[in-house]
């Protein structure tokens, strides 16, 4: 009579150990997920703190003085009076979280975000964009209106599964898009360029800017949604919808000669060839 024994086959180990290594695998890409967004988290707030400490310290006259906040690549620096000075012994110095970095500063061409005393106006409005140096699409965006509105955007998915296509995309415009005149939707492969009033899309305070609609090209409807997710003095984040399941030619957006986006007739989105248009990000 034999007797039965008892224990794991080498094939019910292997099976233990390939379970095990999976759920190592998930649990590695939460925690690289997690790090990272405190990361940006952190940044974004870092900023937000420093712009806001200086306005206040400019409202309060503390030292009869206004106070502004300098951008360098790897840190910031709150400092006092109207002009930064890098000897300054009251200088606050705030170096960047290791892995982050300050990737854009749209202060046109300055580096520095100085509030006016009594208004708490910002002499220079704009944005600071600010991301992961191993994945730049991972980014926070803090905005400075002209009437020293701090706000932010992150412009980063908000969880590790969504599915990341070119249906969502956003493009950062580095310039005023306040006065301008006209979006024109261009159908390169079928000759039909639609024009839309940019103004009537603008809000009351032309702070946001939002527009829906479909276009009858050569009998195919292309239904399109474009709006602002962040509308500056300086700078406008936006935001085009354009579903594949819905679209099917090829599309250039541009906003007064501009063109900020292009999209190929599977639905690829590449980068337009204004030299203030960035590289379109996947949502």
């Keep these: 009579m034999t007797k039965k024994q008892s224990g794991f086959t080498l094939i019910e180990f292997l099976i233990v150990v ?51 906040v300098h951008f360098e690549t790897w840190r910031f620096v709150l400092f006092k009076g109207d002009v930064y000075n890098p000897s300054a012994s009251d200088n606050e110095v705030h170096d960047l979280l290791a892995g982050m970095e300050i990737a854009q500063i749209g202060l046109g061409g300055g580096s520095d975000v100085i ?33 020293g509105t701090i ?18 995309v956003h493009v950062l ?17 079928d000759g039909v360029v639609q024009s839309i ?6 809000n009351s305070g032309k702070t946001q800017f939002s527009w829906s609609g479909t276009i009858s090209v050569a009998g195919a409807d292309q239904k399109i ?15 085009f919808h354009r579903d594949r399941r819905d679209n099917s030619k090829a599309l250039n957006i541009s906003l007064d000669s501009q063109n900020l986006i292009n999209y190929t007739a599977d639905g690829i989105a590449t980068k337009g060839t204004s030299l203030w248009a960035g590289n379109p990000e996947t949502q």
Excluded: M, W
């Design 225 to 239: 949604t474009i709006h602002s997710h962040g509308l500056t003095d300086s700078a406008t984040l936006f935001c």
């Design 197 to 202: 009033s940019y103004q009537s899309g603008l």
């Design 115 to 147: 509030f006016e005393r009594l208004t708490g106006n910002a002499a220079q409005a704009g944005f600071i964009k600010a991301e992961l140096i191993q994945d730049s699409t991972k980014n926070t965006l803090i905005y400075v209106d002209s009437s």
């Design 18 to 68: 390939a379970v095990l290594v999976i759920l190592a695998s998930i649990l590695f890409s939460s925690i690289i997920f997690f790090h990272r967004r405190s990361l940006i988290d952190a940044t974004n707030q870092e900023i937000i703190n420093a712009l806001r400490l200086a306005q206040n310290k400019t409202l309060s006259s503390e030292g009869a003085s206004s106070f502004g």
């Design 151 to 168: 706000s932010s955007l992150d412009s980063s998915a908000s969880d590790t599964n969504r599915l990341k296509d070119s249906r969502h």
């Design 173 to 189: 415009y580095s310039q005023n898009t306040k006065n301008a005149a006209a979006l024109t939707l261009t159908f390169p492969n």
